[in-house]
């Protein structure tokens, strides 16, 4: 069974830029949630998608966005890219109609802003 | 404010040297706490749900216990694959959801 897969693995963006990430969850699974970590801050949760519906929400600026698709396969978009925004982007995805704490979690995309 | 806190930071042990990662919140309104490991590249991957105080549960050389202010997660003679981030985190409601609100982790090094 395919785990969570998240595309790219790595990327490398410019100040000002826009990039839009990747998350293919487990076949079956319903729920995404997407996080942001960095050494500083840790892990904190972004928003969260069900049946392409965003059920729930960080306190991340409006640059920062996502979508789910029908097939459950989920994106998210940064708008405007700042140094601060390089992190590692984690998604997870869980059977359940809200998000468990049990998802599983992908490899994550690294973000780096130069 | 919600807050997770995790003590200590890093962690370096001998390899069968037994010790305890402490997690201490401030939630109101706690529906769980849950146990990550995290290993270097790769995204975390769940060790354990607790949902009340006194609840313990084990896995191998791991046990988590939960009290209302803390949990802890125990390592009995650890072995240098132990070696990883351990994150905790609790699940807090957000009106009609929930979401979880992480710790910044504790990295475990086990020396063989």
């Known amino acids: 069974k395919a785990g969570v897969t998240q595309t790219p693995r790595y990327l490398i963006k410019t100040r000002g830029q826009q990039v839009t990430l990747s998350c293919s969850p487990i076949s079956g699974h319903r729920s995404v949630s997407w996080y942001q970590q960095t050494p500083g801050q840790g892990l904190q949760f972004l928003f969260e998608y069900f049946s392409e519906t965003q059920r729930n929400k960080g306190n991340f600026p409006g640059r920062f966005s996502g979508r789910q698709f029908s097939n459950s396969r989920s994106e998210m978009n940064v708008s405007t890219l700042e140094l601060g925004d390089s992190a590692l982007y984690l998604c997870?995805?869980?059977?359940?109609?809200?998000?468990?704490?049990?998802?599983?979690f992908g490899q994550g995309t690294r973000l780096t802003v130069v | 404010e919600d807050q997770v806190t995790q003590s200590p930071e890093a962690l370096r042990l001998q390899e069968g040297e037994s010790s305890s990662l402490n997690c201490s919140y401030t939630v109101s309104g706690l529906r769980g706490l849950f146990w990550y490991r995290q290993d270097p590249g790769k995204g975390p991957e769940f060790l354990f749900t607790?949902?009340?105080a006194g609840e313990e549960k084990e896995k191998e050389r791991l046990k988590a216990t939960l009290t209302k202010k803390e949990s802890f997660l125990h390592i009995t003679a650890p072995k240098p694959e132990d070696s990883a981030t351990y994150l905790c985190?609790?699940?807090?409601?957000?009106?009609?959801?929930?979401?979880?609100?992480f710790g910044k982790g504790i990295t475990l090094s086990v020396r063989p």
């Open positions: 997870a995805s869980s059977l359940a109609g809200r998000a468990r704490p049990e998802a599983f």
């Open positions: 985190a609790v699940l807090i409601p957000t009106g009609a959801n929930s979401k979880l609100t």
């Open positions: 607790l949902y009340s």
